[in-house]
């Protein structure tokens, strides 16, 4: 099987240097705790997380025939990594904020390390298809809707649509790999419900966290507003949960979500300005 990404749509890592806010405004996201921890809590997961996507891959690359998906996994690779090292810099400013980023860190390690030992390659492979397309539809609203950062400190915004776009750009590499080396859709659908509920979990105990460090846990408030945020009428979450469940479908294929006309203009606002430059 070849790859089913758009032809013509290259797949490189940039290079970025985001310099983030020294101290990082604790509530970063328009002066909202709810909405910036959900992104903190986010990040924290991603550099682990990334790696263990790279190593899922990278077990399957000398059996890709295909010389377009054997280079979109070279630049999978390179923008993943890419990705590990701003969040660790992004890790560092939420700890010098006195946040106990190592104890969220220990906890996904633990989890990585017991799929790594106890799932087949096949399996880690399926949890980062899965994955990858949630990564995928939350950077689509990202890219798409204002609301999820609304007053958000200008280069937080930006080290978030960088990764929003890398992250469309790359959305359906693991899924080539995995439907060339394994393709049962029973065993993508299981991985889904298992990752879905890890990230879901390690995400709400993040942000627990930090909201308890804030004194603002049993802030009724804060949960409330931040829950109508992601899931009320004009939620930032709800667009996207039809995306989330065609991944359930027979014959499903991440870019049967054709956004590319937002990869473009996101293109735009990153390469463009670069050359510029």
């Not at 880690?124 to 950062?149: F, K, N, S, V």
């Not at 879905?196 to 627990?208: C, I």
């Amino acid at each position: 099987m070849a790859s089913t990404t758009p032809e013509g749509l290259q797949i490189r890592p940039r290079h970025m240097d985001f310099d983030l806010p020294n101290p990082l405004p604790r509530h970063w996201n328009g002066g909202d705790a709810f909405k910036t921890h959900l992104f903190d809590a986010m990040s924290v997961l991603f550099p682990d997380g990334e790696r263990f996507f790279i190593d899922s891959v990278r077990q399957f690359r000398e059996r890709i025939d295909d010389p377009v998906l054997r280079e979109q996994i070279r630049g999978f690779i390179g923008q993943e990594g890419h990705h590990s090292r701003e969040h660790l810099e992004y890790s560092q400013r939420l700890r010098d904020l006195g946040y106990d980023v190592g104890r969220m860190e220990k906890r996904a390690r633990r989890r990585i390390r017991y799929t790594q030992k106890r799932f087949s390659p096949q399996r880690q492979l399926a949890a980062t298809a899965a994955l990858e397309h949630i990564t995928a539809i939350l950077a689509d609203g990202l890219l798409r809707d204002g609301a999820y950062m609304v007053g958000a400190h200008p280069t937080m915004t930006r080290l978030w649509r960088w990764h929003a776009l890398e992250e469309t750009e790359h959305k359906a590499v693991a899924f080539d790999v995995y439907n060339q080396v394994c393709g049962s859709r029973r065993l993508l659908r299981r991985a889904m419900i298992m990752g879905t509920f890890f990230f879901v979990l390690d995400t709400t105990q993040g942000l627990a966290h930090m909201l308890r460090v804030d004194g603002l846990l049993w802030n009724w408030r804060v949960w409330r507003d931040g829950i109508r945020w992601m899931w009320g009428k004009d939620g930032v979450f709800r667009p996207q949960l039809r995306a989330y469940l065609d991944f359930f479908k027979d014959g499903f294929h991440p870019w049967e979500h054709n956004n590319l006309d937002l990869l473009h203009a996101a293109r735009e606002e990153f390469d463009g300005a670069r050359q510029a430059a």
